[in-house]
């Protein structure tokens, strides 16, 4: 996907507003191109996609963009995929358009029917799927006269299947209409909410001087070898960088000569990375397992070949010149194999 750019400097960094407890560390440029969307969008329209894996910062920065729309006085619309509802149709729709239904009687007699209905507002004959969409998009584009309006929708994958369709129709056709829809989605994650072609771009994991001084902000009495062992585990993930520490005692934190083989992982941890093994096919699986009982780290022990493709994508695993490893030491320490394994 392309990535919006532009010229507007980054915000957030250091801001008691964007960024209250320093965790947009290294995002300088991630806050850069989500500005621009807004600014541009606030003008304009248009949507904007971001994709990254569990725990990368998405929802982070969707928060960053609520707040530099909020400061310009923009109106905010916010949503966000719910496996609880996924088979409810139009639940998501429904979310996002429930502060805009007073407005409903300012639209077309047909309009204001079609979601009347969809919506359960009302009752009669279930409206078509394209005039439930156009009757959306002019909801949208009607609350945005007075002032920009921004659509925020966090993990589209879990929307269910007729608010996704009708949503991607709606981004697809704001343009000129000062709304703008800025959404995130774990990558590789199936989805009805078709965003191919629509701008955007993949959020990557902290490089490893970002991710050390995102340690040193949070954690700055962290011993050496417990500073580099984080680093090592966390693979450039913030989520990780910061629930790892907190998981360790106040000595382990403090010595870093008693750290145990498996970091403990926190609930939300666990829940993230075991999500990066759910679609994973069974034999892919199979070898991950094999590998934490293994306990060398070497999966060539394992005649793994080219069943670790969907692990490595996953940032499972990683090959290294023909030495394919698991991501951890010998006894299955690196969260991205260990936390999801275990998890």
Sequence with gaps: MGSISGGNPPFGHGSSINDPAGSLIGRERDLARIGTFVDQAAVQGGAFIMLGEAGVGKSVLLEAAAARALAAGHRMLRASGS??????????????LQPLFTDLPNLSAPH??????TLGLGEGAPPGQLLVANAALALLRQAAVPRPLLV????????DRASAIVLGFVARR??????GLLAASRTGEESFFEYGGLPGYELQPLDE???AALLKAHFPALAPRAHQRLLADA???????LELPVALGDFQRVSGNVLPPVLPLSGRLQAVFAARIKDLP??????????????????????????????????LVRVEQGRQETGLPPSADRLGG???IHG
């Design 152 to 159: 925020i929708i966090d993990d589209i994958a879990w929307l």
């Design 235 to 241: 693979q450039g993930n913030p989520l990780a960088l």
């Design 209 to 211: 001087r970002d991710a």
């Design 83 to 96: 496996q609880f509802e996924a088979e409810l149709s139009f639940a998501g729709l429904h979310q996002v």
């Design 282 to 315: 069974a034999a892919t699986y199979d070898l991950l397992l094999l590998a934490v009982l293994d306990g060398t780290g070497d999966l060539n022990v394992l005649h793994a070949g080219d069943a670790l493709g969907p692990a490595e994508r996953a940032r």
């Design 174 to 179: 704001l343009t000129g209409s000062r709304v």
């Design 112 to 117: 204001e029917r079609a979601l009347s209905v």
């Design 338 to 340: 260990g936390g999801a």
